[in-house]
């Protein structure tokens, strides 16, 4: 069973489906199975990078599309006529029960995404003939993508409704905190195997977020300052008509369950030149209410926006405010010029959070400011992150 565990999980990565040929003898091999040793030789390497990029995007857009209906981005009503999942009213009321099975899901691919990064990193070492380029190719995607399932483990996971953090590998749970210094001493390791700039910029600009979410401002400065510019295209989690784009599936053309807070459409009322940076359309409900949904996502093979130059802007700007070194209004108006906005005459770190929640519409980033900022919109009491499930709880005896 060992023998063949790697592979069978990447191939469900992948949407191929296995057999465990322990329980059947004599038969001739499976064809949409390999054996885990053929895995150590490097020719596998892109393969097997491969299946890590595509656990990355389907776990990247789906827990971001979950952590705006906890936040006050997205909302659910049964109004309109698809909206039928009760698994999503519990996230949008922040009244969660353990057992979710929609938490229950993307906490399951994010566990996958840290042990298929992690367990690349040590298959390395049992490979002969692995050139320099090959294990750099091979060290930069296992530390990238274990550093960002921590991240997204610290940020959207937690134990109680304030506690955010949980288990790796049915380990003890592990604090935001530490996962996030976790997070931070993989994506570092990344830097040092960075194939090029842009992805040396890329990895820093991540790096100088996770400092800003740990209320490090001094390191996260030091990390933007060399992070994405304004000539870096958007780093992007890709998908395709099978693995398909969430905020598509369930909060756009493809279904409505999730719509967007009124208060974006009055920001496009008050200055229309927002629908650039806040793309929406109409839905009507049953009952003749027109609700607004996100058009920025707009099939089943877009990109999920992981970072953008924007972001880094948006960080360098709210440090300038925090720190008191730089000039935080070039910087935001800087962001508002690159979707046809007007330049604002003046800057507080209230303006900051709202120029924030626009131009990361719809990219995750909102549940966190909420939090960070002491804005969290629901009653005391309800969820702050996705709970980390029963079925972990049931098989942790760390928990």
């Known amino acids: ?79 309109l006529p698809l909206a039928t999942f009760p698994s999503y009213k519990e996230i949008d009321e ?79 749970f592990i604090p935001t905190a530490q996962l996030y210094a976790e997070a931070i001493d993989k994506l570092n390791a990344a830097l040092a195997q960075a194939p090029d700039t842009t992805a040396e910029r890329v990895v820093n600009s991540l790096i100088a977020r996770i400092y800003l979410y740990s209320g490090d401002y001094s390191n996260a400065a030091a990390f933007a300052a060399n992070g994405m510019k304004d000539i870096d295209e958007p780093f992007v989690a890709l998908h395709n008509v099978e693995w398909t784009n969430r905020y598509y599936q369930q909060a756009g053309n493809g279904r409505v369950q999730w719509v967007v807070d009124f208060r974006f459409n009055d920001y496009v009322t008050a200055d229309p030149a927002e629908a650039a940076r806040i793309p929406l359309r109409e839905e009507e409900g049953t009952s003749m209410t027109i609700y607004y949904v996100q058009d920025k996502y707009t099939a089943r093979e877009s990109s999920y926006e992981v970072f953008t130059w924007q972001e880094n802007h948006l960080i360098l700007a709210e440090l300038a405010i925090r720190n008191g070194t730089g000039d935080g209004l070039a910087e935001v108006n800087a962001v508002r010029a690159s979707y046809g906005i007007g330049a604002l005459s003046s800057l507080t770190l209230e303006d900051l959070m709202v120029e924030r929640e626009k131009t ?10 909420q939090r960070r900022s002491g804005t969290f919109h629901l009653p005391s009491g309800s ?17």
Do not use: H
């Open 1 to 79: 069973m060992n023998k063949i565990l790697m592979i069978l999980s990447l191939f469900l990565v992948l949407g191929i489906l296995g057999s465990c040929e322990d329980f059947v003898q004599d038969i001739d091999p499976l064809i949409d199975e390999v054996d885990d040793e053929l895995l150590n030789d490097p020719a596998q390497v892109p393969f097997i990078v491969k299946g890590l990029q595509q656990r990355f995007a389907t776990s990247a857009g789906r827990v971001a599309m979950l952590a705006d209906g906890l936040a006050d981005m997205l909302f659910f009503d049964q109004d």
């Open 94 to 172: 922040g009244d969660i029960q353990l057992d979710n099975n929609t938490v229950d899901g993307i906490y399951n691919d994010i566990g996958e995404l840290i042990f298929f990064s992690d367990g690349l990193l040590e298959r390395l070492d049992q490979m002969d003939g692995l050139t320099d380029d090959v294990r750099a190719e091979a060290e930069y995607a296992s530390n990238f993508y274990s550093g960002m399932g921590r991240y997204f483990l610290g940020s959207y996971f937690g134990l109680t409704e304030t506690q955010g953090g949980g288990p790796i590998d049915v380990g003890p």
């Open 360 to 369: 990361l519409f719809c990219t995750g980033n909102r549940l966190i400011d």
């Open 383 to 399: 969820w702050e992150y996705l709970p980390i499930t029963q079925q972990e709880r049931n098989i942790n005896p760390n928990l």
